[in-house]
């Protein structure tokens, strides 16, 4: 059974930084796009940055210049640095990817269980 497995959520000061981690498991499989989308109290999910398996990267507006996604396919990992964090960028935060287990014959999207980030001071 292929899994995300968030880590690196938690509390930082506006200004802050956080570096979010997205691991894929078990068992063989290919893995084309990477993403990371993010949900907000009473708030739709909305894309925050992908990432292709040719590392083309795209980006929301809000994050621009601020965001950074990366990933490392040896380890099947995709990452987010998050610089400058606002208070508008507290929300539960998704890993995304787009899978293809050895054992079925399509892609399909695989989510993590998700990760706080809050941004107080």
């Known amino acids: 059974q292929v899994q995300l497995v968030e880590s690196g959520g938690g509390l930082v000061q506006p200004g802050g930084s956080l570096r979010l981690s997205c691991a894929a498991s078990?068992?063989?499989?290919?893995?084309?796009?990477m993403g990371w989308y993010r949900q907000a109290p009473e708030k739709e999910r909305e894309l925050v940055a992908t990432?292709?398996?040719?590392?083309?990267?795209n980006y929301a507006d809000s994050v621009k210049g601020r965001f950074t996604i990366s990933r490392d396919n040896a380890k099947n990992t995709v990452y987010l640095q998050m610089n400058s964090l606002e208070p508008e960028d507290t929300a539960v935060y998704y890993c995304?990817?787009?899978?293809?287990?050895?054992?079925?014959?399509?892609?399909?999207?695989?989510w993590g269980q998700g990760t706080q980030v809050t941004v107080s001071s």
């Open positions: 078990g068992g063989g499989f290919t893995i084309k796009a």
């Open positions: 995304n990817a787009n899978i293809r287990p050895s054992w079925k014959p399509a892609f399909s999207d695989y």
């Open positions: 990432i292709t398996s040719g590392t083309t990267t």
